[in-house]
């Protein structure tokens, strides 16, 4: 029997992209994730993802993000019926700021691509007079099957999460949270996934006298038991277009400290979103405001994880099923 799933590939170099589409096709079903780890022109593993496909013949290639060696395999695939297209995921921000915008412009005027998907509906809307269909699909989660459920006792040290990888920190705004968290008399463990491994950050954490945990970077077996430990969690980002690390905090029950620039947090109802979001990301007075009154409350904390991730769970179904009706769309 043929597979007629539409297949997704992406460049082990984009990890963004790269979950968006792994999470698409595991709640959709209806695309098959390829992840390709060179990137140089006429290598053999190229070449193999290039004769796989031309004979499964999937009705759509999913490009993420965009990489030259997209057009490699575009254009081996020539003459087979096989259509293209490409799954921005980044934001309007987000893509300034990583410097990305030379590659949509690559996109917007390649000839191959026939269709575009953008994560974040403020950029589909822009460019829907692009000359080139244009979808809004929405990122989706795999739901967790464990939901942390501790009782702490008030006193006992509250364990804060902080991470993200090395090439997003400048976007992260770890200073003006690293400030923030300076002015917390409450007991504490901040938690790190190797941020006092660059020199600049272990200064200033040093410097400011944190109580801090660096854990180095986990892979995704050991991060998911660390998430089982964790209190409260900080995204204070300037710009992105989901943010998995905020989603998988909130549902698995852990409320987290975010940014108005973190879209998962406008899955969330408002009473909701306002008690866990700062709308000016550099405001460290109001960051700082906002942690002492978590930090200090495990009732508080219990009460808005658990209204959080049940609010996130119904949002994130209705993600998956407009995503769905989107990928099925243009299958065809």
Not at 309 to 320: D, F, G, K, M
Not at 322 to 331: D, G, I, K, T
């Amino acid at each position: 029997m043929v597979d007629r799933r539409i297949v997704t590939l992406s460049y082990r170099g984009f990890p963004g992209a790269d979950r968006a589409l792994v999470e698409l096709s595991r709640t959709t079903g209806l695309t098959r994730h390829v992840r390709v780890a060179s990137p140089l022109p006429g290598s053999a593993e190229t070449g193999f993802v290039s004769a796989w496909l031309r004979e499964q013949r999937p009705p759509l290639v999913l490009f993420g993000a965009w990489s030259p060696l997209y057009l490699e395999v575009m254009t081996a695939l020539s003459g087979t019926g096989i259509s293209f297209g490409v799954y921005w995921t980044s934001s309007g921000g987000q893509t300034d700021m990583s410097e990305e915008a030379a590659k949509l412009a690559q996109v917007l005027s390649e000839p191959a691509i026939d269709v575009l998907l953008f994560c974040h509906a403020g950029v589909a809307e822009g460019l829907r007079g692009c000359g080139k269909p244009v979808y809004y699909v929405p990122l989706t989660l795999v739901e967790p099957k464990v939901v942390v459920q501790r009782d702490d006792d008030v006193g006992e040290a509250t364990r804060i999460s902080l991470f993200c990888p090395p090439a997003e920190y400048r976007r992260k705004n770890i200073l003006n949270c690293l400030l923030a968290l300076a002015q917390i008399a409450e007991p504490y463990d901040l938690i790190v996934n190797g941020l006092s491994e660059q020199p600049d950050y272990r200064l200033l954490m040093n410097a400011l006298h944190l109580p801090y945990t660096d854990l180095g970077w986990m892979q995704r077996s050991a991060y998911e038991r660390q998430l089982q430990t964790l209190d409260l969690g900080l995204q204070l980002s300037f710009a992105e277009s989901y943010n998995y690390v905020a989603a998988e905090h909130l549902l698995c029950g852990i409320p987290v400290v975010a940014s108005a620039m973190v879209p998962v947090m406008d899955l969330l109802q408002p009473e909701t979103r306002d008690a866990l979001v700062i709308e000016r990301a550099d405001d460290v007075a109001a960051i700082r405001d906002r942690l002492h009154t978590l930090v200090g409350s495990p009732g508080l904390r219990h009460s808005l994880g658990g209204q959080a991730r049940a609010e996130l769970l119904v949002a994130n179904r209705q993600c998956i099923a407009e995503a769905y009706s989107v990928l099925r769309h243009v299958a065809v």
